[in-house]
């Protein structure tokens, strides 16, 4: 039987741990995960924003700067000014950048969606960005959403100019295209992770069987891929035991193909009144599934970032997205004071640290 002398020396180390963890960072760097959040450059000059942000997270992706709309206003050109920006905000402050994404079906400029390009014209467009974007930011941003929701919620390829209106070459050939896409990706800069990201295929369902057989068959036939990123716009309407199970058997399926799983897009949407405002039982339930996937996450060595999307209600895609009946999804309120999630959280992480003492 333990002596009580080492039960008391335990219990020390617990609540000096738990003590010591004053910020997500910290709590984060201990638990050996990364923590970070998607951030909008706009925001930068605002001082409570970028102080928040660079005290509590050691990663940041950008939420919009990278996507095509934004770096490609027209065929010609590529403006890298808002992705620089984060770039340089994360070197100010030891923080890694995640990128996100080189390939996605929505979200596209008309000059690209409405183009009316041939295949040879769209493989060659993508291509040349792929190369472009990964070479700028070689050595800067460390992995990559190369392709973002290819899948729909049966496994199957989505339609999008990249698979098959036209597509690069490949349709009907189903995930052969994303295949050509990492290989194009790994020689761009063969030192960046390269990620398949999505969403809804965080639990266990078709899509991430779906995923899984991918990655596996990709892992086979040598496809340079180094992890999958799980999205997660989740909401309280959920199980938390239940989730969290499923999670984690997904991470650990994932896990055992040898890739990294990331969370990527986390944010836990809570209902709110017209005023946008929702009520403290939620707000503490919403800390319990935050809690949960925290928790999903560390029980696997393999899954290596916790990343939400954003971390003030103040600028949350939620309340438009569900056109105002959900919002308040994040660890922050509109004044930046620390939510029941944002504790949980921490709490969480500092935790995990304990038990492997
Ligand atoms: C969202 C951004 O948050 C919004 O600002 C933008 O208007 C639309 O896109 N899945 C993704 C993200 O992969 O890129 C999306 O981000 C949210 C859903």
Redesign the pocket.
Known sequence: MASPYRWSAFLACILASIGSAQTLREAADHAGVLIGT?VRPSQFSETRYASVLAREFNMVEP??AL?WWVLRPDRRTYDFRAGDEVVHFAQTHQMKVRG??LV?GR?NPDWLAKGHFTSRQLSHLLRDHISRVMKHYAGEVFAWDVV??ALDESGKPRDSIWYDQPGIGFAGKGTEYIEQLFRWAHKADPHALLFY?E?EGETLNRKSDAIYAMVKNFKKSGVPIDGVGL?M?ISTDIDVESMTAAVSANIARLAALGVQIHVT?LDVSVRVDSSGVASLDDLNRQAEVYRGVVRACLQNPGCTAIQT?GFTDKYS?IRSHSRGTRGQALFFDRDYQPKPSYRAVRDELSRDRLLKH
């Open positions: 998607a939420e919009d996507k996100h994404c996605w979200d973002n929701e990201n969403a999205q716009h897009e999307w895609w």
